[in-house]
């Protein structure tokens, strides 16, 4: 059930006991407005129960969620805040929605939209920015993945002027192509105007991907997808960005989207303060199994991922970011406090969220209290600036 956001009482400190993702031992967190002004130790018997707490989850990567599709052609202010409402009880305080390529008067409405849900008092902490998933990426078929050809187009920097005006300039991340012509001037130009640059479905050369990461690209979106089954095993566009240092990639780490040994392997590269998981859910996460229609194409959602049932190929990812933190404990054997940091500070650190991401004095008291039982996180409580926003049944 989700909690009353009364603004009035909740002034005086209010305190939180279980375990601290960081060490996995007893403490009492206390917040006082949305601050965190103390962190005390406690003994193991001072506990009622063996949950642990994180700060939030913040996912730079999601399409939709409870059946919200923030491309879709009908979105509504009221969807944005129940989509959010929804990501919530997943443990996700903080998100970037995510739209795709799409007809660019379509880019224009819904962002003005996510721009306008924004203002909501209710919801506004929870998205500090957008992120734009094309229209200036590959054209080809794997590289550009779900994308619909017809929209994809070559950067153009005015367009997106207008697409960010519309926007109510909060579009933060933009994923882009960095083969595409124009693309090295429009990535030096957004990262002058504050937009965090990913390079993503795209199928560049080494000394492309070099000249983007030169001219300031710091991520790669959802590494080794977005890319076509059949590469050159030498020449391809993982090998370079895996050895980029100064790029930071993103993974769907859902356990479906990439092998343990991607992940693996990716993980021993990067490490964990060069890697952040996304979900890049699809609007159809977070609702019942069963077969959805979405256009002309008919969609299955399994308990795990989203699948074209005709082509029997993946249409998409169906789960929160919460399950990528278990998935990452479990192919990689890192700590709970390492997953959490690849889910929570590291995207804050990168978008410069400084008030998010860790549980440190003065910090935002974003707050998700779970169990973690075999590698799979249950939110019992999430809180957003010391508030109570989700509480499990
Ligand atoms: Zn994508």
């Not at 849900?117 to 998205?127: D, G, H, L, T």
């Not at 187009?153 to 595409?180: H, M, R, S, Y």
């Not at 075999?374 to 600036?385: L, Q, R």
């Not at 010391?386 to 499990?392: N, T």
Request: overall charge negative; hydrophobic content about 40%.
């Amino acid at each position: 059930m989700f909690a009353n956001l009364d603004t009035a009482n909740y002034s005086e400190t209010d305190s939180l006991k279980g375990l601290l993702y960081f060490d996995e031992a007893p403490v009492s967190i206390d917040f006082a407005n949305d601050k965190i002004v103390g962190i005390n130790r406690l003994e193991k018997q001072d506990l009622d129960n063996d949950l642990y707490i994180a700060p939030g989850l913040i996912d730079i990567q999601i399409n939709g969620y409870m059946g919200v599709d923030f491309s879709g052609p009908n979105l509504t202010v009221e969807d944005v805040e129940k989509a959010t409402v929804a990501l919530w009880a997943a443990g996700v305080t903080s998100y970037f929605p995510t739209i795709i390529t799409s007809d660019i008067d379509r880019l224009k409405k819904n962002f003005a939209i996510l721009a306008k849900a924004r203002e909501n008092p209710r919801i506004k902490q929870s998205i500090p920015g957008f992120h734009l998933e094309g229209p200036y990426i590959s054209p080809f078929p794997g590289f550009r993945g779900a994308h619909l050809e017809k929209y994809i187009k070559k950067p153009d920097w005015e367009e997106f002027q207008e697409i960010q005006k519309a926007a109510g300039n909060g579009i933060k991340l933009i994923t882009i192509a960095p083969e595409l012509d124009g693309a090295i001037p429009f990535i030096k130009k957004c990262v002058a105007s504050g937009v965090v640059v990913a390079l993503g479905h795209h199928n560049g050369t080494a000394r492309e991907i070099e000249l983007a990461v030169d001219a300031g690209a710091k991520i790669a979106t959802h590494l080794g997808n977005g890319c076509a089954n059949q590469i050159n095993r030498h020449y391809n566009p993982i090998w370079p960005q895996l050895s980029e240092d100064r790029l930071v990639p993103s993974i769907i780490a859902d356990g479906f989207h990439l092998t343990k040994e991607e992940v693996r392997s990716f993980y021993k590269v990067k490490g964990v303060d060069k890697t952040i998981l996304v979900s890049d859910a699809l609007d159809l996460a977070g609702l019942p199994p069963g077969e959805y229609i979405r256009g002309e194409r008919t969609l299955e959602l399994t308990p795990n991922v989203v699948k074209l049932p005709k082509e029997n190929v993946l249409a998409g990812a169906a789960s929160p970011i919460s399950k990528c933190v278990g998935v990452m404990m479990d192919f990689t054997q890192c700590s709970l406090k390492n997953a959490i940091t690849m889910a929570s500070t590291n995207p804050a650190q990168m978008f410069n969220l400084k008030d998010l991401g860790e549980i440190s004095l003065g910090k935002r008291a974003d707050f998700i209290v779970f169990s973690m039982v075999d590698n799979k996180m249950e939110i019992k409580k999430t809180y957003i600036a010391g508030k109570l926003v989700y509480a499990q049944e």
